[in-house]
């Protein structure tokens, strides 16, 4: 897909003095045809199911899809009516059917549409996915930074529990000693009343 003409040629050029062999090129700016196709059931103009530059709804402006082979046979009867040989009808199970031919394959392989199809619904999916892998990550990197503040918060509170444990029984220490100099000292005035009472007698 190139965006104008002029870059289309400069790039064809490049590819023959390359010699890259064939390639195809899509303007993305080229004009786009607007032919009147006829309405039928269970076909709908390719143009309508893509949202694309007007070069490539250019390339599908004569493309209709159709839901099944009895539906393109209608199309193309009604095209024929109008004298239109330029549009092509591709089925949802691949078969073509232009003006002049009818294409057909195994029933056994899926169409080119399906397989488009699969692959857009893949690619759908896979950005869904990715979107909750996504928050997935930052609900994992929330959570984490929340245990670590968790871990943080408990040690902090651990060591403030050991210092409070250690002054508690420095504190205890403190009140053993006193109450044994107190017990001490009562014994010592009960020894010294003793003295002086049998002093006096």
Do not use: W, Y
């Amino acid at each position: 897909l190139i965006d104008t003409a002029a870059d289309a040629f400069a790039l064809a050029m490049d590819a023959a003095e390359q010699r890259r062999g064939v390639v195809d090129f899509v303007i993305a700016d080229a004009f786009r045809p607007d032919p009147v196709l006829p309405v039928v059931a269970g076909v709908t103009p390719a143009v309508d199911t893509v949202t694309a530059p007007d070069g490539v709804l250019g390339v599908l402006s004569h493309v209709l899809i159709a839901d099944d082979l009895d539906s393109a046979r209608a199309a193309r009867a009604a095209l024929d009516a109008t004298g239109d040989t330029f549009t092509t009808i591709v089925t949802v199970a691949g078969e073509v059917v232009t003006a002049q031919t009818l294409r057909t394959g195994s029933g056994g392989e899926r169409s080119r549409l399906e397989l488009a199809a699969e692959r857009d619904a893949a690619t759908e999916r896979l950005a869904e996915i990715q979107i909750v892998v996504d928050s997935l990550r930052e609900a994992r990197e929330e959570a984490n930074e929340a245990v670590e503040t968790t871990r943080r918060q408990a040690k902090d509170a651990l060591r403030a529990l050991r210092e409070h444990d250690a002054a508690l029984a420095t504190h205890a220490e403190q009140v053993n000693r006193v109450t044994v100099r107190h017990e001490s000292a009562v014994a010592e005035c009960e020894r010294l009343e003793t003295g002086l009472a049998q002093a006096q007698s």
